[in-house]
């Protein structure tokens, strides 16, 4: 069928991607911290240029889907790992496979942001900024005083659907498709962990979804394969909620 890279692929939502697009037929390079073809640390420059290096090597420069998904949640401690992991390993490994997916089949790439990314008004703030100039050692100093992994994730997240919709033109210039998908609460090691955290505790349990329950792995995985797919061949540059109506009921008014 083809190949395809995944981050994060060892666990969660980037294990049940990783599992769809394999039952597909395709060739897929997982990258993670363990139980992935490429083991990388994706939390620092070093590690990232690793990846994209050894990603390029395994694929032999022509790379036909990508999945960012790698990420870390609201209860990590320092602030800064989660707005590294969550930005900046997320669009360094798009821009360094993106040569790459230009020689693919029917490219398409997907970065796993969050639908919480909407959920507080970080539009303007410095962190923001700082990560969306690719400014990694200012947000850091910035998040680190606030001491917020909390508003650490939901910056993260926001400045990645941005740094998604920023890139519709060369991306598309390009021919290769590239959208965000923002879920909402999936049980999966990362909520459970945030669910365990005195910090999130309540947070987590009052969540109450409209559809009626919380996502699986596989609901995600579902979504993104169609997205990576022919059928969603004028679709690029969006960023699309899948959480159970969990955005739309507390946004009602925002789209
Ligand atoms: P998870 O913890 O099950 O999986 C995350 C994976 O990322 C793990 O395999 C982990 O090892 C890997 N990872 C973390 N730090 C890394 C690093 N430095 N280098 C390489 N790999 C690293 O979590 P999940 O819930 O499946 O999350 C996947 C993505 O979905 C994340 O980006 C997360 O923010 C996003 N997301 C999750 C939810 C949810 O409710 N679970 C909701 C919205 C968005």
């Not at 990694?136 to 001491?147: F, L, N, S, Y």
């Not at 329950?213 to 061949?233: C, H, K, M, N, Y």
């Not at 955005?247 to 009602?252: G, V």
Request: charged letters at 25%; proline letters at 6%; glycine letters at 12%.
């Amino acid at each position: 069928m083809g190949n395809a890279v995944v981050t994060g692929s060892g666990s969660g939502i980037g294990a049940a991607i990783r599992e769809r697009l394999e039952s597909e037929g395709f060739e897929v390079i997982g990258i993670d911290l363990k139980g992935a073809e490429l083991i990388a640390d994706l939390s620092g420059p070093e590690g990232r240029a690793d990846a994209v290096r050894e990603a390029l090597e395994r694929c032999g420069g022509r790379l036909d889907r990508l999945v960012t998904c790698a990420g870390l949640g609201s209860n990590v401690r320092p602030a800064s790992l989660v707005a590294s992991v969550n930005y900046f390993g997320s669009v360094e490994v798009l821009d360094g496979l993106f040569p790459a997916l230009q020689k693919g089949q029917d490219p398409a790439a997907v970065a796993i942001v969050s639908n919480s990314a909407q959920m507080a008004p970080l539009d303007d703030t410095p962190f923001v900024a700082a990560m969306l100039d690719g400014n990694e050692p200012e947000a850091r100093r910035i998040i680190d005083e606030m001491d917020s992994p909390i508003v650490a994730y939901l910056g993260s997240k926001h400045a990645l659907g941005r740094a998604v919709r920023r890139r519709v033109r060369s991306w598309g210039d390009a021919r290769v498709r590239l959208n965000g998908v923002a879920p909402g609460p999936v049980w999966t090691p990362l909520l459970e962990a945030t669910r365990d955290d005195p910090a999130t505790r309540k947070e987590i349990e009052n969540i109450d979804i409209p559809i009626g329950r919380f996502g699986q792995p596989e609901d995600i995985a579902a979504f993104v394969s169609f997205l990576l797919g022919p059928e969603a061949t004028w679709m690029h540059g969006s960023v699309l909620f899948l959480d159970g109506g969990n955005d739309a009921e507390i946004r009602p008014d925002r789209y």
